[in-house]
């Protein structure tokens, strides 16, 4: 049988919160969440996209549970108020979704002086989560699924040039990022596991779906190409989600599983397990970056109780 979006199990008395809700796979897992009955915060950087988002949902499915946050993953100011505003309402945390980022963007800098794709799709991402480990230890169970890419397969991390300094490719960082995504995601599987917690670290990929990611940082000239595969070649940005989806609820997942489409290469079909590359299975990659990671943001994770400053 293949798993869909009608499978996803009764989410009812579930708070998730999901980065990047407010267009693509996110509004989707956000909406189906919501469907099965979760409470679903929109962590979004543009407020008024995520509000428009909430009323599509809402007029979709009216008895959705579903706020807007401001949250820009390009800030660490942001990404720590976030934190701050969410444990102060609220008394846990059952699902984060860690879905939002930006692909093949022009050499940029984010608030705090990172290369975009590295501080957006990793470094933001890494602080939100250890700022929100307390709430996740609050509720058994809790999951942190982290989005990833078939372009992983293609990065390396780059520890002596991180931040695309010396030579930047734009193509290049993306799956560096995306490769950091997978490395985080098993060395927080690791770390939970060695300190006892119940807490489930997942990633998923969506194979190649038609989303707006495609169209938002890449030059012109390559947004015509992929507008044309993505009609002639893509999946729906609806099977993309699927993986998502089944990482953050199916019963059987468990941590450091890889979740993607079950079609030749990976590119589309229903949710499975998937095998990663071998550089995202390096342990001691994995390490480095996580201490190189907590020394860049500035959050320390205690697996005792939260997120703490670095020093």
Same mark, same amino acid.
């Given at each position: 049988?293949?798993?869909t @979006?009608?499978?996803?199990p009764?989410?009812?008395g579930?708070?998730?919160?999901?980065?990047?809700?407010n267009?693509?796979?996110?509004?989707?897992?956000a909406?189906e969440?919501?469907?099965?009955g979760a409470?679903v915060?929109? @962590?979004?950087?543009?407020?008024?996209?995520?509000?428009?988002?909430?009323?599509e949902?809402?007029? %979709?499915?009216?008895?959705?549970?579903?706020?807007?946050?401001?949250?820009?993953l390009?800030?660490l100011?942001?990404?720590?108020?976030f934190?701050? $505003?969410?444990?102060?309402? $609220?008394? %846990?945390?059952?699902?984060?979704?860690?879905n939002a /980022?930006?692909?093949?963007?022009?050499? $940029?800098?984010?608030?705090d002086?990172?290369?975009?794709?590295?501080g957006?799709? *990793?470094?933001?991402h890494?602080?939100?989560?250890?700022?929100l480990?307390?709430?996740?230890?609050a509720?058994?169970?809790?999951?942190v699924?982290?989005?990833?890419?078939?372009?992983?397969?293609?990065?390396?991390?780059?520890?002596?040039?991180?931040?695309?300094?010396?030579?930047?490719?734009?193509?290049?960082?993306?799956?560096?990022?995306?490769?950091?995504?997978?490395?985080?995601?098993?060395?927080?599987?690791?770390?939970a596991?060695?300190?006892?917690?119940d807490?489930?670290?997942?990633? @998923? *990929?969506?194979?190649?779906?038609?989303?707006n990611?495609q169209?938002?940082?890449? #030059?012109? *000239?390559?947004?015509?190409v992929?507008?044309?595969?993505?009609?002639?070649?893509?999946?729906?940005a609806?099977?993309?989600a699927?993986?998502?989806?089944?990482?953050?609820?199916a019963?059987?997942v468990?941590? /450091?599983?890889?979740?993607?489409?079950?079609?030749? %290469?990976?590119?589309?079909?229903h949710?499975?397990?998937?095998?990663?590359?071998? $550089?995202a299975?390096? #342990?001691?990659?994995?390490?480095?970056?996580?201490?190189?990671s907590?020394?860049?943001?500035?959050?320390?994770?205690?697996?005792?109780g939260?997120?703490?400053?670095a020093?």
């Amino acid at each position: 049988m293949k798993w869909t @979006a009608d499978d996803v199990p009764d989410q009812s008395g579930r708070l998730a919160v999901v980065t990047g809700a407010n267009s693509g796979l996110g509004r989707i897992v956000a909406r189906e969440l919501a469907r099965a009955g979760a409470r679903v915060v929109i @962590a979004s950087r543009d407020t008024a996209k995520g509000e428009a988002a909430a009323a599509e949902i809402r007029a %979709g499915v009216p008895e959705a549970q579903v706020e807007v946050e401001a949250l820009d993953l390009a800030s660490l100011d942001s990404v720590r108020d976030f934190a701050r $505003r969410f444990v102060a309402r $609220r008394d %846990g945390l059952d699902l984060l979704v860690n879905n939002a /980022g930006v692909m093949a963007a022009p050499r $940029r800098r984010t608030a705090d002086g990172f290369e975009l794709q590295l501080g957006t799709n *990793h470094l933001g991402h890494f602080a939100l989560t250890g700022l929100l480990l307390g709430a996740l230890r609050a509720r058994p169970g809790a999951r942190v699924v982290t989005v990833s890419s078939n372009a992983h397969k293609a990065g390396r991390i780059d520890f002596d040039d991180l931040q695309g300094e010396r030579r930047y490719r734009r193509w290049r960082a993306y799956g560096q990022s995306k490769l950091a995504n997978l490395l985080f995601m098993f060395e927080l599987d690791r770390r939970a596991r060695d300190a006892g917690l119940d807490l489930v670290s997942v990633a @998923a *990929h969506p194979g190649y779906a038609a989303t707006n990611l495609q169209f938002n940082a890449p #030059p012109l *000239h390559e947004r015509l190409v992929m507008r044309v595969s993505n009609a002639l070649v893509a999946q729906s940005a609806e099977m993309g989600a699927l993986p998502l989806l089944y990482a953050a609820t199916a019963p059987d997942v468990t941590g /450091g599983l890889y979740i993607g489409p079950d079609g030749r %290469g990976e590119a589309r079909g229903h949710p499975v397990v998937v095998v990663p590359s071998r $550089r995202a299975l390096d #342990p001691e990659a994995a390490a480095r970056l996580w201490q190189v990671s907590e020394e860049l943001t500035g959050v320390r994770y205690d697996f005792g109780g939260v997120a703490q400053p670095a020093g």
